[in-house]
T-cell receptor, first 119, second 111 residues
Framework: EAGVAQSPRYKIIEKRQSVAFWCNPI?????LYWYQQILGQGPKLLIQ????????DSQLPKDRFSAERLKGVDSTLKIQPAKLEDSAVYLC?????????????????FGPGTRLTVT | QKEVEQNSGPLSVPEGAIASLNCTYS??????FFWYRQYSGKSPELIMS????GDKEDGRFTAQLNKASQYVSLLIRDSQPSDSATYLC???????????FGTGTKLQVIP
């Protein structure tokens, strides 16, 4: 079974530029997550999708970040314009099922991440 | 009070010893709990999940949950140098909708 795919793996941009990240979850997984992980910290949830609907985007800086999950499969996360403090690893994860399912269905499987450096 | 608290460490244990990692949480309606391991420069990977009070064992790993005291712990028996990593505590609350990670505890197993 193929894992969670992310691209690009690394990206360097200047502040005020825009950037987009792509994620393809494990086939059949209903829930998709985007996290921001700053060095030395735990992952911070940016947005959670269940199929193609948003479950939680309370920590997404909506003035500069946007995300979509068309057709309930792959997803893109965009930052426009980028700031220096956006330098981090952006992780995508997926879980098998959605709300109301057993707890095991919420185990998350992570992609390799995208390391973003904003200069 | 942070939603999820972990001692950042590093926690140093000798090879073969038991490593004990702890996590406390503030939201009493937290429903399910997960431990992830993250090697330096890598993504988190799932170790165990637990949702009922008590112990759950999987190989050298034991997860312990005490909802009354609002803590969850991970014990690693016979610690190996390959266990050296950061261990992340993860909770789900609110009908499984809210997801929160702790900051992680760095474990160092000394040969």
């Amino acid at each position: 079974e193929a894992g969670v795919a992310q691209s690009p793996r690394y990206k360097i941009i200047e502040k005020r530029q825009s950037v987009a990240f792509w994620c393809n979850p494990i086939s059949g997984h209903a829930t998709l997550y985007w996290y921001q992980q700053i060095l030395g910290q735990g992952p911070k949830l940016l947005i959670q999708f269940q199929n193609n609907g948003v479950v939680d985007d309370s920590q997404l800086p909506k003035d500069r970040f946007s995300a979509e999950r068309l057709k309930g499969v792959d997803s893109t996360l965009k930052i426009q314009p980028a700031k220096l403090e956006d330098s981090a690893v952006y992780l995508c994860a997926s879980s098998p099922r959605g709300k109301g399912a057993s707890v095991g269905s919420y185990e998350q499987y992570f992609g390799p991440g995208t390391r973003l450096t904003v200069t | 009070q942070k939603e999820v608290e972990q001692n950042s460490g590093p926690l140093s244990v000798p090879e073969g010893a038991i490593a004990s990692l702890n996590c406390t949480y503030s939201d009493r309606v937290s429903q399910s709990f997960f431990w992830y391991r993250q090697y330096s420069g890598k993504s988190p990977e799932l170790i165990m999940s637990i949702y009922s009070n008590g112990d759950k064992e999987d190989g050298r790993f034991t997860a312990q949950l005490n909802k009354a005291s609002q803590y969850v712990s991970l014990l690693i028996r016979d610690s190996q140098p390959s266990d050296s990593a950061t261990y992340l505590c993860n909770l789900r609350t609110g009908g499984y909708q809210k997801v929160t990670f702790g900051t992680g505890t760095k474990l160092q197993v000394i040969p």
